[in-house]
């Protein structure tokens, strides 16, 4: 599939470092000569101070400091579509290889998710406590 014309007619916008610098990108790569943000039509000059940082984006190269807040826009719009999506496609297939980052994470997550709910649990059971006792007053 190729896009004949840029999704958008300027530049969305800069995009958040995420902490650890790390990010959605997993296509992440450089470049210090002119370039083209196909998601917006933009063409970037050459810089000699600093390179550009471009990612793909629905199969178009982005320029992540021209469009990279079109990943903000499509995560807080279509991430839960897409968790659900990408959870009913691991339970079809969960010993293929490409779940393996996933299932490292997941066990990270669950742990950390299952001491919240401990936490959050005893504090209302001490709220309950404080509660009745005020009743009983």
Same mark, same amino acid.
């Given at each position: 599939?190729?896009?004949?014309?840029?999704?958008?007619? +300027?530049?969305?916008?800069?995009?958040?470092?995420?902490?650890?610098?790390? &990010?959605?990108? !997993? %296509?992440? $790569?450089?470049?210090?000569?002119?370039?083209? *943000?196909?998601? *917006?039509?933009?063409?970037?000059?050459? $810089? @000699? %101070?600093? #390179?550009?940082?471009? &990612?793909?984006? !629905?199969?178009?190269?982005? /320029?992540?400091? *021209? *469009?990279?807040?079109?990943? %903000?826009? @499509?995560?807080?719009?279509?991430?839960? %579509?897409?968790?659900?999506?990408?959870?009913?496609?691991?339970? $079809?297939?969960?010993?293929?290889?490409?779940?393996?980052?996933?299932?490292? +994470?997941? #066990?990270?997550?669950?742990?950390?998710?299952?001491?919240? /709910?401990?936490?959050?649990?005893?504090?209302?059971?001490?709220?309950?406590? #404080? !509660? #009745? +006792?005020?009743?009983? /007053?």
């Amino acid at each position: 599939m190729h896009i004949k014309a840029p999704i958008v007619s +300027k530049p969305v916008g800069a995009s958040e470092i995420p902490e650890g610098g790390f &990010g959605w990108n !997993l %296509d992440h $790569r450089g470049t210090d000569g002119p370039i083209l *943000c196909e998601f *917006c039509g933009t063409n970037h000059p050459e $810089r @000699l %101070d600093q #390179s550009y940082t471009l &990612g793909t984006v !629905l199969g178009l190269q982005v /320029v992540e400091e *021209c *469009c990279g807040k079109v990943i %903000d826009i @499509l995560y807080k719009e279509l991430a839960e %579509d897409f968790t659900q999506a990408y959870l009913e496609e691991f339970a $079809r297939n969960p010993t293929n290889p490409r779940f393996f980052f996933f299932l490292d +994470k997941l #066990s990270k997550v669950l742990e950390v998710a299952a001491k919240k /709910v401990n936490e959050t649990s005893a504090a209302i059971s001490s709220s309950k406590e #404080s !509660l #009745s +006792k005020i009743k009983n /007053v």
